[in-house]
């Protein structure tokens, strides 16, 4: 049969199905997916048609991760569907589709006072809110470990039906039947799932349904062969190559068919342009609506009170008119480099640290022999595609278009914005054309719904870049302190670690899921402790005494959620520390770590597997080789499941600059379901950490971003990306995704091939915008616990102004 790219992209027509199955849901819902004419649902998860066409609900943002082709193809394995006839919707919101791991994750933020009661996926309390707040959020790589199995449940329980229609027909035990390829076999007898499917729905499945053996294979599935490479070839397990399935959304993506927010066109629709003040807290003061009146197509001018929105027949009449009209601000809490840098600098010195972790005695008879200090600027996301939503008002009824990792969330903040209740706002999910969790915030949503109730027309709002850089909320900056007591052949005895840096998951898990504005986060969490700002520091080495500080420090400068998130922080001082200490002793980079990871032959493995794949000669100056490693875990302990990932950079400096010319990365991912996904995930991931590395960040000055342009972030070209091999281990641990672990390591290790290179130690990332240099150190000031002292006479205020801020104009 032909599949039209409007099933394969949002699935059938509504209305004339059957919902079948319904029992595995955790709770009462209404039915979350329609079926169209001729389709039965199974479960929340998927559809059969009599054509045969099984369409899989995905609750999740597909925002180039593939998602939309991970979890088909979970249940296509497990219901023995033929790839080539399964089709993909997003799923609408609903408690069916609780995102239980990320509610255990996050359980400090949307319940900082009871976390205890709720940081485990299977609490009944966190259960309980998760599908209450319908709280389907994207993010932090738990796609798979939230999904697999409810999909492989429904799929199992079709996969039963279907084998009990046939055997019914057959006058055979339904166990007996095979279900492989899109049919139901017996000996000679096979019928389609089309032909089989309404007799199905009318049966009661098993309680419960067996399913496959982990992971489901199929060999008789007809796919076609991946090519691989020989390197790939010797990469697979010993039992074969994981299936490998074409990714549903590629065709469309190539032809440039495939459907985003800003490719949303209704009836009557205008564009929309919008200014928003400089940060943080500022207010429109005054524009020249008159100057707007000679802009041609010019249809409204809506008023905020933090932002000025134009709207006309075309978006580029929009933004004259918004450039015409030269809207001013008045600003409070300006956020300028200058006072993030000092007050970070003042916090990593004398800020009163908190004790977030700690291994052995951590505080006693400390004297460290090294100390080092180790900065990050603000990180911007970066996304191809700028925030774009599309609103329609009417008779009561609001209906959002838009890409969001938070959808629920989203909707409840456009309801509130403009007096609906929640069941009078239609969220329709889009995908997004990058977000590196960008989208997990929702002001374009709000910004929408109040210019569609305005202008009483359908809107398209759509952000410039400049606009995009200035209201995003970056990865927070930070400066480090790390030192360390050695021993006598150099090795670590006792490490200790101080970071400065805002409290961003606090911050963040107030704007979502308390609908604060940026600033009345950042006073509500100010002097908090973040349980998620230097996650992954320690539980890497086993060194027997750690202590490591939090020194929450305010900002005038909202930070959110970011790709690798605090990963990207904690590996980079780490891993950037350890190789300084091993040089310092003259140990070799890969040795010293080996011998420090007795408890973790899994890492070992990755570590050795990256160097092979380099060719690593041991990191001797004038190799240009630089190592790093890193483990991410869900959950506390060295039980936890997780991933790990080592990292070989290869770098030279030269007349042109630096050069990263390639990237051998190892990893254990546990049990690889797709394996091409999983390499595009990590080697995403690697081009993702190699632009933190050398750019994507920015600097501030009287609130504005000082580079707007994506051409200004030194992010990579394609002419600078460098050979990359991946390898995964073969392991039979639970899955893992490589999307975030791939982007933690890479920056460490560029930076400790560029000592290998040129014996230029890089404290600060990314390279090419540091912060201040820092005045000499006294490794006394690394010892954390000690009462700070008052700030020396004329230190800068990082949190108010110096004078009352004049009117800024645009």
Known sequence: MKLTRRQLLVGAAAGGGLLVAFSLLPRDYDNPIVPGPGEYAFDAWLKIAQDGVVTVAVPQLEMGQGVTTLLPQIVAMELGADWRQVAVEPAPVSGAYANLPLAARWAPLWRPAITDLADEPDDY????????????????????????????????SARALLAMAAAARWGVSWEECEVAGGFVRHGDNRLTFGELVAEAAALDPPDPAPLRPVPPRDPAMPLPT???????????????????????????????????????????????????????????????????????GLVGIVRGKRWLAAAATNWWAAEQALTAMAPRFAAERMVRSDRIEAALDEGVRRGEGVLVGETGDGNTGY?????????????????????????????????????????????????????????????????????????????????????????????????????????????????????AQLTADGRIAAMRTRVATPPAAQEFGRRLFANMTGWAAIDAVAGEADPLALEGYLGVYGIEHQALYHVPVELPLPSGRMRGNAHGLTCFLRESFVDEV?????????????????????????????????????????????????????????DAPGGRIAVVATASVGEGGLKISKLAAALDIGRVVNRDLARQQVEGGLLFGLGLAVGSATGYDEGRPTLARLSDLQ?????????????????????????????????????????????????????????????????VLSVPGASPSPAPSGAADATSPDSPQPEVSL
């Open 715 to 779: 992010i990579p070209a394609l002419a600078d990306c460098p050979e990359i091999s991946v390898a995964f281990i073969a392991s039979d641990e639970p899955s893992f995704a490589a999307d975030e672990l791939a982007v933690a390591a890479v920056g460490p290790a560029i930076a400790n091939a560029l000592y290998s290179a040129a014996g230029m130690r890089i404290r600060h990332m990314p390279f090419g915008l540091a912060l201040a240099p820092p005045p000499p150190l006294n490794p």
């Open 125 to 156: 309390f966190l259960k309980s809110w998760a599908e209450g707040e319908r709280f389907s959020v994207t993010a932090d790589g738990l796609s798979q470990a939230a999904y697999e199995l409810p999909c492989r449940r429904a799929a199992a």
């Open 367 to 483: 004297a460290p022999d090294i100390a080092h200090r180790y900065s990050l600027a603000a990180a911007v996301h970066a996304t191809l595609e700028t925030a774009t939503v599309t609103a329609r008002l009417e008779d009561g009824r609001l209906e959002l278009w838009m890409a969001t990792q938070a959808p629920e969330m989203a909707r409840r903040a456009a309801a509130r914005a403009i007096g609906l209740s929640l069941a009078d706002v239609v969220l329709y999910p889009m995908p997004a054309g990058g977000s590196f969790d960008r989208r997990l915030e929702h002001d374009q949503a709000i910004e929408a719904a109040l210019i569609a109730r305005e202008l009483e027309k359908p809107v398209q709002l759509v952000w410039s870049r400049a606009e995009e850089q200035l209201a995003l909320q970056p990865r927070p900056p930070a400066l480090g302190l790390v030192s």
């Open 582 to 638: 091993a040089a310092k002793g003259g140990h070799e980079p890969l040795g010293f770590r080996v011998a420090m990871l007795g408890h973790d032959p899994r890492l070992v493995a990755c570590l050795q597997r990256a160097a092979g794949l380099a060719a690593w000669d041991g990191g001797a100056r004038g190799t240009g080789q630089g190592i790093a490693c890193h483990v991410m875990r869900l959950g506390e302990g060295e």
């Open 226 to 296: 991946p090519v691989r490479t020989a390197a790939e070839a010797e990469d697979e397990e010993p039992d074969g190559p994981v299936t490998a399935f074409p990714r549903l959304d590629l065709p469309s993506k190539v032809d440039g068919t495939f459907t985003f927010a800003g490719d949303v066109r209704l009836p009557d629709m205008v564009f929309a342009a919008i200014r928003h003040g400089p940060r943080d807290q500022a207010e429109l003061v005054g524009f020249d609506a008159q100057r707007a009146a000679r802009v041609d």
